[in-house]
């Protein structure tokens, strides 16, 4: 169980810094552009927060696996497949009901496999090069 915590820990603060870059430097614009009064006009921090904790429990298991003899290869490739799948549920979702443009859909969606993917990878990197521990624990 502290190595599944420790990995959520690690998984969540790699995916945050990055998430968070993505989202304020590469696709803000893209959502004001095409949600423009439909956004809020500030954040939701409990929102955030539970998003942000819930997601990563999902990249922890099915991604990083700790305690799995999956190397960091299998680990990204499930991050991804974990991604992809969760990017398209809301990234369509948007597409049906907001009626968002295929562009915005396709990037989120690439977006989600390519952090999810880089997240466990990074996370397997930093876990593997830990004192006293190996990638498979």
């Not at 803000?28 to 006009?41: K, R």
């Not at 939701?44 to 799995?68: E, R």
Request: hydrophobic share 55%; proline share 3%; aromatic share 12%.
């Amino acid at each position: 169980m502290k190595r599944w915590l420790l990995s959520w820990l690690i998984v969540m603060i790699v995916f945050a810094v990055v998430d968070i870059a993505w989202i304020t430097m590469v696709v803000l614009p893209m959502y004001e552009d095409q949600l423009g009064s439909a956004m809020s006009e500030s954040l939701d921090p409990v929102a955030a927060l539970a998003f942000y904790t819930i997601f990563t429990a999902g990249i922890t298991h099915y991604g990083v696996a700790p305690g799995s003899d999956r190397g960091m290869g299998g680990r990204a490739v499930r991050g991804g497949l974990y991604g992809f799948f969760t990017y398209s549920t809301y990234a369509l979702t948007l597409k049906v009901i907001l009626d968002t443009s295929w562009a915005l859909a396709l990037s989120d969606i690439a977006w989600g496999a390519v952090v999810c993917a880089l997240t466990a990878a990074i996370t397997s990197l930093i876990l593997r090069n830990l004192p006293s521990t190996t990638e498979a624990e």
